[in-house]
């Protein structure tokens, strides 16, 4: 199982982004999560979609602000990152905890399959 994670960059606040994860092997049966840790904390939920694109969860200091979707077509994921805040600087890893048709957790230490990360930099 592979995940790769492409998009991070040094932008301003205010700025937008749109982060990939793709996954060779199988992917539309499968939940997809991201996952964000800065420098000096613990990782933390971003937001996932359930395999079948209906159900998203967002965490709430990104709520309203990122919008994550699937493209099950290019086994891809993205997570679109608008109005972002230096707060927002973080490395970004996409996961999946790799069951079929099951809607995975929030929570890092349930998700078997991991990204490399990719940088995000906000600036004010």
């Known amino acids: 199982v592979q995940l790769q994670a492409s998009g991070g960059g040094l932008v301003q606040a205010g700025s937008s982004l749109r982060l990939s994860c793709t996954r060779s092997g199988r992917f539309s049966s499968l939940d997809m999560g991201w996952f964000r840790q800065a420098p000096g904390k613990e990782r933390e939920f971003v937001a996932d979609?359930?395999?079948?694109?209906?159900?998203?969860r967002y965490a709430d200091s990104v709520k309203g602000r990122f919008l994550i979707s699937r493209d099950n077509a290019k086994n891809t994921v993205y997570l679109h990152m608008n109005n972002l805040r230096p707060e927002d600087t973080a490395v970004y890893y996409c996961a999946t905890d790799g069951r079929s048709y099951v809607r995975q957790g929030t929570t890092s230490d349930g998700l078997r399959y991991w990204g490399k990360g990719t940088l995000v930099t906000v600036s004010s």
């Open positions: 979609i359930s395999w079948s694109g209906d159900d998203t």
